[in-house]
């Protein structure tokens, strides 16, 4: 908070020249952040700029402070400001060399407000301020360019007008536009100085007539007006509204830049212009930007003639540009950031008018952190810290080029927005049914799979769809958590459409989507366009600055980051991307391949613990072996983590309600009572298998200890796919990992299943294994009671997913749709738990459970496989409460790293 | 354990006369529990006897020392151990003025096992030692009755041949019966002393034969052998099993009890008898048993003649009837607490030779305790202490008559067995549907309404039901939420029943049960039967005595007793059974009734926060304030906690599988467009609310928020009927409560609506009143984050069923007939926890939430509403962790008043 001085103090400092930045400095205690407090972000750069010789206008700034007083005090210059500015006008004057109000060499000043944050609302710029009749002849004089001369004058008096007396600025547009159509011209370029001289004369009558008080001739009253309206300017409707909206304090208060006025439109040896000290797109170091020789910025802005890049500088001016080569490298060093700056060429003098932290894009962003710090302009942590795990998930994840995209959105193509499943964006024709999208997908089409909901026997379409989009579910419904463990872009529960896949068409409110017709999805975001987006695809192996960015990153976390994988591919995947363990291999999802479902659910519909059980088991075994074998292969001297089965078995069974209407139909056409005793023998075994609420039924350990043959099958296919590749000679470290236990006894029983077979494998092959067993901690339960949990388990994962649903009492899949939304858009709850980590709640039963697993178990690894593993917030709180790794998708992993970095630069206190 | 002393120390003390019960007791301490471990309970009992002044044939016990120091020898007795039984014989002999072994006047004894608990498997008792050919025949002498003399013979032989020798039993009876046949008799009682004569001869030679010895003569001889039996019978294979079993310590070793033999067959003056010294059926004060003149005990037992009930001996003995009296009270008074006594009367002498703690029903149980307290004899403390919440449960639920339930479980007639979801018993008619339950039912008839599974538009049926059984669901489905709060005995979920509605028919295995068959169920252990087993109904306004005992319990208690009610009756009902408030009324299951359900479901039909909504919800409001108004009224002067609308709205709907069938069997037959649009329409509307898991969905406060006209209605209707009531000048307490909570804000936002409804109610009525608003602590989330709730709430209610459904992962519906049974059975864990509270999971988030809530507000209320409330086991966790109150059905008040008694006890270390 900026605290008015005594308002009375005469001796008070209210006006600092550009060169006076150390006394500005002084006068708040040191601090750049209380410069820029001081002086606003303009006029402290301004200053800066300065201070380390970059040739800078001469100029000074009227403090925050003096507008705060001046507020505070019904609108009065505090007592001593006003002589203040007069006096360090007096020195300006003698460094330009000119006098203002002089009438025979006159000083041109600009008025600019600046707060301490750039803020829209505020007050506009002022140029030219210090002309009148007088001083414009004596200017025609000087230069002897009249043209020049009036055009400026009139542009004082219409800025003046607006800008300070808040004329419309019609009024003068207006008048600008008869004259042009009068002369039968389009542009102001083909004005002639008569033609300004005239408009001048005419503004001033409007001026008079709007005010109902002459322009003001005098530059002193000019400035005094100028600087009383950006005073104004900060308590007004626009600047409040949008302090407001950006939480940014009310008592801050504006500077009051006045700097001497350069003209970039002198003749050929003057120009003006904006750039970057980098190429903001690629990161690139070239100077980056456009210029106009003799022209004014506004020219540039207003793109009325075409502007120049760059790189053109250096055939034209090849010393300014050298000059200005060393200015963006000065500037550079000194800001340790990318600039953005505005500069105008007088005559030959280069001169800078702004400098700024440049804007960039995230490939960019990273390229220019990483060059700096091989630079040496900042450390490897400044670099590591700058870069953002937004940064990185832009780089990583297909997504529309973003004018596109707005287009699409001001055009009214943007019919439906839902939950954003799976990131990335995509393109496609739509489909309505797995095997079409398969087909298609085969055939070589881009594809959108839309449905009202997946089903396992979907999966084959899915995994030839670019998308998938549904009508109904959450981010853990099926399709969000296959979309998810194949890197598809997905969105799902937008409830707006109505698909009726019957009739092949899709509508929303007037829309209407054929099969066939092309769609975009952003999966990042969750919204659904008609028509096409182009795209920008990632490419990791080639995302070189990245790569070496997450080295840097690697060498200063503690947390290591492993990641979730089910299949050989995912695995290689995961370790390109960095991953440094598999945290959670989901053994079920082999189960619903193509080849396997039949087996699967015939071993269902066996009797438990039956020989028909067994045997179906037995033909499961290789599959689930092969498929271990190769991520083991993969993960070769790195843990794997495998879970045994969790879901409820009901999950790989046809759909009930399927089944109810075609046993419906036949019973209704009474003609095929073979078929209908089928569908019914099925129908009879599904409705045993249903559940209430199957998130909290019959499955995981439950399943495993009630059908002991499973878990047993998945131990044998672990144990002999390590052995195989202990023999081959490969690092193997597999963990098994008990999913949804609540009860100490219920680890006791599976790892005595698991140590039995592990030891029967191992005396069959006869190869020596070192494993772990462990659980997850994903029940309530189990976190409260993990001292006792941890006499069994030598790991914990926290299931953070199944955590925050039974934590919340929310079933993600119905909430999200639902009421889970509008709790986050109305601030009910802070962010979506399913994406940040709750630390009240949810957080709370992870430190719980660490700190008394580790009281029972000092050694145990403890890690998070949950949709949070990927999430910067959430990792670091999993840094802060002292977990040993966080396990994510492989497209987050290089997040995942550089959160954790950013986790442990944290605790140095950077 | 007993420690086995220096067993050389020849002075050690290995017998004890009954006289020198004091001895003993300083022996080990003082303690009467060391004394039973000394000398049995047998023996310390008359020992203890001799010591008050009863009459006990004079004796000694060998220890249990002495026991474990022969065993623990090779079979030897400790040194000085059969001096001192000659020593103390000699003390018996002179107190009965007869002589061991002695021709002229010989003293008979008999032996006796005695351990510290009674235990099946040891020796059984050997009458008659002493007898031979030589003092039988003096005997005959002094006696004159020949037969009495050589029956008794016969009897050692046959004893000490069996029980000390352990030739089969059979080798005598088989004998015995040729005697009989030969001589045309079918009685014992028919054959005269000749007979009785030879047969102790022929006795003798079996004896011989079987052991190769003669049968010892010498009565030292006798008693050696007897208590060398005795000892050996400790490590018998029976004992050690029923040791293992029982968990009964294996080194505790038995006494010997040698007593002096006293006749009850010696003549009319002589008897036998056992009895209690209250019924021990009801619990009045009077003798109770039964005797028989001119017998011996075993005649009794073995029922030979018909036994005379003890009332009778008053007429017949006045004298020794008085005696008996007089030495019932004494054993009352010392031990506190009625007796089960064996007595034998010889020649008008009367003699005690066994007493012990009588087994009695639940009913006893309580008038005996309330009389003795009232006698003076136990303190109330102790009165209450020794009923114990089961004894509550058998009398206030319809139970069957024991006999009739064991019989017909022996008869095969248990056809399954289920969920216990509502106690009590019920016989009754089948009914396969509602309508048809109600019909029957309002027609007179005891009905059980059977279905697979029950829906709110069954409940008319249920109530006109004096029982139901579904196939489907666990203890909190539809039926069982019913079912307890109506007090309707209730078995759901038993699998094995294949109930088939549409041919009106359910069958198991081989049993078909048909629609008008009688059926009988117990809800308290989910038990099934077909045909009728009687009953014994309750009736708690005539239970005075539980009421004297439960106004004591209610004088110790600290914790409050509240019941869930949900209508007036209810809350009339429990405020009878002792409630001292409503802590749950479930507004919902208002909204099923009949009348009221198609308003609710156009309420739920019509579009969030519309006009129409409104329209339905005012219909609604004057069926709610006439409940509330009710309810109030009922509890004049105590707390009603009134818990907004929970359940996810699809219940009020019908079932969707319903519709789809008829919709598909409407489309197959494509003959009834409009009926088939109208099922769409219906179908399309409960799709739009189904959910996944909607235990975790749409619910309570969500609901709450999202579709706030509900919430308001209802807060509408509880300050209307409030106010109106306070002008009628009844004392109202109402409490608001919020359910499904999980975050503070949920908190805030129902309780800002709830107070500006407050507030227009009571301007509208100019009443002023005073309420609470609070919440229920149902999630893991709430109760973690209890600070914070306690911010807004100025109560909380602990919903432990949900609370342990989503601590544990579970969802009890899915869980009970599934593995829940599983794990208790297996032992995985040690309770269903959805019975008896979870301490160290659900335990632990109570506790911590009642802390957490107390540090934020220190006198916030807190109390449980979950069926543990009538758990005594949880009750006594309330009671630790500090609760306020606890809440449960009407039916369990009793129980947790007691139960909190007890644990207030506790405490007080009793």
Redesign the interface.
Known sequence: MTTTPNNGAKNHKWVYLFTDVAQAEQAVGGEWEGVRALLGGKGANLAEMTRIGVPVPPGFTVTTEACNAYLANHNTFPEGMWDQVLESLKDVEKQAGKKFGDAKNPLLVSVRSGAKFSMPGMMDTVLNLGMNDETAASMVNLTGDERFVYDAYRRLVQMFGSVVMNIHDEAFEDYLTVVKKEKGVNSDTELNAADWKKITEEFKKIFKQEIGKPFPEDPFEQMKLAIEAVFKSWNGKRAIDYRNAAKIAHDLGTGVNIVTMVFGNMGDTSGTGVAFTRNPATGEKVLFGDYLMNAQGEDVVAGIRNTQPIAELEKDSPKVFAQFVDIANKLEAHYENMQDVEFTIENGNFWMLQTRDGKRTARAEIRIAVEMAEEGVISRQVAVQRVKPAHISQLLHPQFDLEQKKASVQSGRMIASGVNASPGAAVGVVAFDADLAEEWGKAGKNVIMVRPETKPDDVHGMLASKGILTSR?GATSHAAVVARQFGVPCVCGAEALNIDVKSRIMTVGESVVREGDVISIDGSVGEVFVGEISMVEPDFERETYLQTLLGWADEIRRLDVYANADYPADARRAREYGARGIGLCRTEHMFFQEERLPIVQAMILSAPNSDQEAVELEKLLPFQQDDFYGIFKAMDGLPVIIRLIDPPLHEFMPDH?QL??RA??L???GDNPKELAHVEEMMHAVEALR????????RGV?LG??RPGINAMQARAIFKAACQLVKEGVDVHPEVMIP?T??K??VK?IRELVERIGKEVMAEENVTLKYKIGTMI????AA??AD?MAEYAEFFSFGTN?LT???????R???EG??LL??VET???PANPFQVI?E???G??VDLAAKKGRATRPGIEIGICGEHGGDPQSVHFCHRVGLDYVSCSPFRVPIARLAAAHAALEDLGK
Chains 1, 2 share one sequence.
């Open positions: 579910g309600e109810l209407v419906t139909e019973r209704a056409k559940e209430f609420n199957p998130m909290l039924g019959f439950r200890i009630l949804v609540g009860h006894n219920e029983i994903e029940l309530p339960r409260i009671t006792e199944d649903q039974t934590t919340f009492g929310i079933s899949d119905d909430a639902k009421f509008e709790y601030g009910i709850l709750d009240a709640g949810v709370y039963l």
